[in-house]
């Protein structure tokens, strides 16, 4: 389908909203990290300097919902540290947590320089905008040198975007992103698989605004089946993958999306052929109805919940884009194709954008081919039924053997979030 290599980074949520106070700036989350062999409680937290503060043992136990008996962890599992993850603002600490005091400021600085200079931290909280905050710091009111601390309020906000991050989901670049290897912290993300779990943060082009991205089907339904060979292609399960890729770039650039139809098994997979399997959850962690009326009404109410949620904090910049994989007869072709909600110009204008940017990649790495996406609006549950402003893509045919490769090569899969990514952030 391509020929060359191209990406355009997205990522998992991104927005730029004037006279509205980041939630990330707002809102620290927990650190986590993985269980060594051997780790037990308090050697773990020995290793990053909290094992001296009663208040951050006692807060660990809490955290990870761990009875006060249990001393051995789980190695490879993740557990959150009672360390709060800050977005640093560049200025100083006292203003990236709000906080005036002096001394507190100088033992936040030593105890990030020290973790750096161990190698527990990747690099230092001025390069990569990631500020490290012990938990004692701010909430242990025995230390006297704390008595002029204002610890963070718990807020509507704060309890949302923990939410965000616990359960979570490219660039404009000519040439291949290994996001992996990029600077920007240590940001863990289990549901895309262990090996695409970590998601530096790029920048923060897309800081303010929400994605939801909906996988076609899932759960009892796994939607179109195509063959090749004597192999299955289910739709569910392809869609599925390039909604991972898509809500990865989208997170690597500061968005904030939520991915709501979940495989708890299934990351992001670098395999040509996927296993089709029926244990899909719609967010956040329901089992997914069987009917299609009650499915589509169950993902539906989820969008729209989280869109209220998101709506009463001043956030108004939110999108839906849903993935699907046509099903026609095995002789005719289909490139990437667009509905929106008839009547709505914000939908009509994201199709708009993400088509023209399909045609101009077209014309770019397949010259002489020709591009024969559609636009068009349609009466669909998930456009019909959702407040975000929404299109929903067709990805192909998957009985069409030329557009089987779309999907089965990785490249391809990527590619597709890819160029999404650009067209949803244009």
Request: with cysteine.
């Amino acid at each position: 389908m391509f020929y060359k290599t191209s990406i355009t980074v997205l990522f998992f949520f991104l927005w730029s909203v004037p006279n509205i106070k980041a939630v990330h700036d707002a809102v620290p989350f927990f650190h986590k990290v993985k269980a060594e062999n051997g780790d037990g409680v308090y050697s773990l937290l020995r290793r990053y300097h909290l094992a001296d503060h009663a208040c951050n043992v006692n807060q660990f136990y809490k955290l990870n919902q761990l009875p006060k008996t249990k001393a051995r962890l789980i190695k490879g599992r993740l557990y959150k540290l009672p360390v709060w993850i800050y977005e640093y603002n560049g200025k100083s600490i006292r203003s990236t947590i709000d906080n005036d005091n002096w001394d507190l400021a100088v033992r936040i600085q030593k105890y990030n320089n020290r973790l750096t200079k161990e190698k527990i931290r990747r690099s230092t909280y001025t390069k990569s905008n990631i500020l490290w905050v012990p938990y004692h710091e701010l909430k242990c009111s025995s230390d006297k040198s704390l008595s002029n601390i204002n610890p963070p309020k718990t807020t509507k906000k704060e309890n949302l975007q923990t939410e965000v991050k616990e359960e979570q989901p490219t660039p404009r670049y000519s040439k291949t992103v290994n996001l992996a290897n990029k600077k920007g912290g240590n940001r863990i993300y289990p549901i895309f698989g262990k090996k695409h779990e970590h998601i530096p943060l790029i920048d923060n082009s897309l800081k303010n605004q929400v994605f939801y991205i909906v996988g076609g089907h899932g759960g009892p339904d796994s939607g179109a089946v195509g063959k090749y060979g004597n192999r299955e292609l289910c739709e569910d399960e392809y869609a599925y993958d390039v909604a991972l890729r898509l809500a990865r770039n989208l997170i690597a650039h500061g968005a904030i999306a939520y991915v709501i139809i979940r495989d708890p098994d299934d990351g992001i997979r670098d395999d040509s052929y996927l296993k089709c399997d029926y244990d899909e959850l719609t967010w956040k962690d329901q089992k997914t109805f069987r009917g299609q009326k009650s499915r589509l009404t169950q993902r539906s109410d989820a969008i729209n919940k989280l869109y209220g949620s998101y709506y009463r904090l001043g956030i108004k910049q939110q999108k839906l884009i849903a993935l699907h994989i046509d099903a026609r007869s095995r002789k005719q072709r289909a490139d990437v194709f667009f509905y929106y909600k008839k009547g709505s110009k914000s939908g009509k204008k994201l199709a708009r954008n993400i088509h023209s940017t399909f045609k101009s990649k077209y014309q770019q790495y397949q010259k002489g081919r020709g591009y024969t996406g559609t636009i068009s609006y349609r009466d669909l549950h998930m456009l019909r039924e959702t407040k975000p402003s929404a299109v929903y893509v067709e990805l192909g045919n998957i009985k069409n053997p030329a557009d089987q490769q779309r999907f089965i090569q990785v490249k391809n899969r990527q590619y597709l979030a890819d160029w999404l990514f650009e067209g949803l952030t244009k």
